[in-house]
């Protein structure tokens, strides 16, 4: 077909809208005490996700276009450019060609120029190769595949490549040198059986197409950067699903999605990025690792070690993490069913990184099944996520900023990591299953409405890494206390938590937003735990747990709080209530579980008066005699004790 003005000014266009969504977010950042990346910290500003009008542009002039046709052990070729023996195709100058036809053992290479730009129809195109990538570019500028509307077309290869020394870094069924850019309407499938389906080695740009990825290792790496603006992506991954792995630059080893669809199963991390992952839309369906039923977090906070031989079948067994019973006494009942990778019929794979001129650019062979993760910066400002991970959900060496999208997640470690700062400004956050729920050195909540499961604590802040294991990722080997803050300003948040409720090593400062936390329901834990200062100068707060390690705002706070301790236990599902002097109601809250101990917190409570707590069949008188109100006779009197696990 012929280009057409239309296709040209529709492509401009879209280039345009998506080149000012790359550039509107700028994201908050501060440098971690840890990271695997070599570069200085990068965030969402530094890098550049625009994607150029050509990338879009599916037209091209079929007359002035080499044809190319694989049939019956050979390949024919109208027009100039390109030569054959036997089914290898070598295209050696720029320009446009049209593939089609069946390859039993055949190989399509572009070999041009290093300015020279090709573009590569496929319409209806079938290669298989027995010892070598299906589709290997060694030298051009850039190439593109363009999917031809309503074509079905594969590429495969096999478990083992003959590689010579012209080509001994090959590890991918598409491999390119080049820059490489994927569009059109159609549908690309890649059967990669030896290592990597698709690999750049400079930057991969996805903008269309219906593209079915299995692959033994990654399914597909842009090792400059990944930019993926729509398409339909079905991934089975022996090991990562998307990744980006360039250390030498802040601005490269990005990845950046602002559309598409994604239904991604991967043994270790479907979305991997040394630096920055940006995801301003598309819709996310991710399991990792076998799911969050194979999880890598016991609940009593030790590793599973046996999750690793499940990653592939969905597996964990009584090993694995589940919640503790009403009373707090380990596992009760069996974990959620979750979904599995058992028809990926793939196996665990340990990722092994070289630092040889391969794909995997780093020696790091720890196992990781993280659903998104970045070594810099992970930032969600649009989205649908469905995650099940048998890791953390969504993890971060440096920061998270999460300012949109609903993000649903079911997690076998913690729900959100960041080793640096997390900071949550708008969107859905709800964590149905988790060890932590949200955890970071400063956790900042500013909106959104969130909701937390979690069988330790439902927010924690502390400092350093959760990598403090061989055993296994997240170990949340916590100790730093200086520069850890809670910081709830806005929003709804709502906490399902075994452990800590809201968890800080350092201070917890509320100014505004709502919380409802549903606590221990053992002594040992509190539904507020903090390590400095409490303030509260605003917000609603209502928090009910176990009697001996509870804890209550500070008196430096501007805005009444109380604590008050029930004269027996309340058993779980009983509405709790509490009405001032005339009857009204000032706050309300029904606990799933059991509980002996409530903190309060309102704008609505005021110096002198007399408030009734009611619940079940029990019902008690509190006077507000000064800025905190408690009759607690815990070990923590209402004050401040240490943050870590378990206290």
Wanted: glycine letters at 14%; charged letters at 20%; aromatic letters at 4%.
């Amino acid at each position: 077909m012929k280009i057409s003005d239309t296709k040209k000014l529709a492509a401009i266009t879209a280039a345009f809208f998506i080149t000012v969504a790359a550039f509107s977010g700028c994201s908050e950042s501060a440098n971690s005490s840890q990271t695997t990346s070599s570069v200085s910290q990068a965030a969402k500003s530094d890098i550049d996700a625009s994607i150029a009008a050509e990338d879009i542009d599916v037209g091209y002039d079929e007359e002035s276009s080499v044809g190319i046709t694989f049939a019956d052990g050979s390949a024919a070729i109208d027009g100039e450019g390109a030569t054959s023996e036997g089914e290898t195709v070598t295209i050696s100058q720029a320009g446009t060609y049209i593939l089609s036809g069946t390859a039993n053992n055949g190989r399509i290479i572009v070999a041009a120029d290093k300015k020279a730009e090709v573009k590569l129809i496929f319409n209806g195109l079938d290669i298989t190769c027995s010892d070598n990538a299906p589709l290997l570019v060694s030298k051009a500028k850039k190439v593109y595949i363009v999917l031809e509307d309503g074509t079905e077309n594969v590429l495969t290869d096999s478990a083992s490549y003959s590689l010579g020394e012209d080509d001994s870094n090959t590890d991918g069924a598409i491999f390119s040198k080049a820059d490489l850019t994927i569009n059109g309407s159609g549908t690309l499938t890649v059967n990669a059986n030896y290592k990597h389906g698709i690999v750049s080695k400079d930057d991969l740009v996805i903008t269309d197409g219906n593209i079915n990825v299995t692959s033994a290792s990654t399914a597909m790496e842009g090792k400059d950067s990944v930019k993926i603006s729509g398409g339909t992506f079905n991934i089975s991954a022996g090991t990562n699903g998307i990744k980006s792995t360039n250390t030498e630059a802040s601005d490269k080893g990005f990845i950046s999605v602002t559309g598409g669809s994604f239904t991604v199963v991967a043994n270790n991390d479907a979305f991997e990025a040394e630096t920055v992952l940006s995801i301003e839309g598309g819709s996310f369906d991710i399991t990792t690792g076998g799911g969050s039923a194979n999880a890598s977090m016991k609940s009593d906070g030790t590793p599973n070690r046996n999750w690793q031989n499940n990653m592939s079948n969905g597996g964990g067994g009584p090993n694995g993490m589940g919640r503790p019973d009403d009373n707090g006494n380990g596992m009760g009942g069996d974990p959620p069913a979750m979904p599995t990778a058992d028809d990926t019929g793939l196996t665990i794979e340990t990722a092994a990184n070289t630092t040889t001129d391969s794909t995997d650019t780093t020696d790091n062979t720890s196992t990781s099944a993280k659903a998104l993760k970045a070594g810099n910066e992970v930032n969600i400002s649009g989205g649908e996520f469905k995650i099940d991970s048998a890791d953390d959900s969504v993890h971060s060496n440096g920061n998270i900023v999460i300012t949109g999208g609903n993000i649903s997640v079911a997690s076998g470690d913690n729900g959100m990591h960041a080793n640096g700062n997390l900071t949550i400004s708008d969107g859905t956050v709800d964590i149905t299953k988790s060890y932590e729920g949200i955890e970071g050195s400063i956790v900042t909540i500013d909106g959104g409405t969130i909701s937390v499961v979690a069988s330790d604590d439902g927010i924690n802040c502390a400092g350093g890494s959760d990598t403090g294991s061989t055993d296994r990722m997240g170990a949340d080997q916590f100790s730093s206390q200086d520069g850890v803050e809670l910081n709830i300003n806005g929003g709804t948040v709502t906490i399902d938590a075994d452990g800590d409720g809201l968890d800080s090593n350092g201070n917890f400062t509320m100014v505004g937003g709502t919380v409802c936390v549903c606590g221990p329901t053992n002594g040992g834990n509190g539904a507020l735990d903090y390590n400095g200062t409490a303030t509260v100068t605003g917000g609603t707060l209502i928090a009910c747990g176990a009697v001996g390690m509870e804890e209550v705002f500070g008196d430096n706070s501007t805005q009444y709080s109380v604590l008050h301790d029930l004269g027996s236990t309340v058993s779980a599902n009983e509405k709790l209530t509490i009405t001032d002097s005339d009857g009204k109601e000032i706050l309300s809250f029904t606990p799933t579980k059991t509980w002996q101990s409530v903190v309060f917190t309102s704008a609505d409570l005021n110096k002198g008066e007399t408030y009734t707590i009611t619940a079940g069949s029990q019902s008690e008188t509190v006077t507000i005699d000064g800025i905190v109100t408690s009759n607690s006779k815990g070990m923590s009197f209402g004050r401040g004790h240490g943050g870590g696990r378990g206290f």
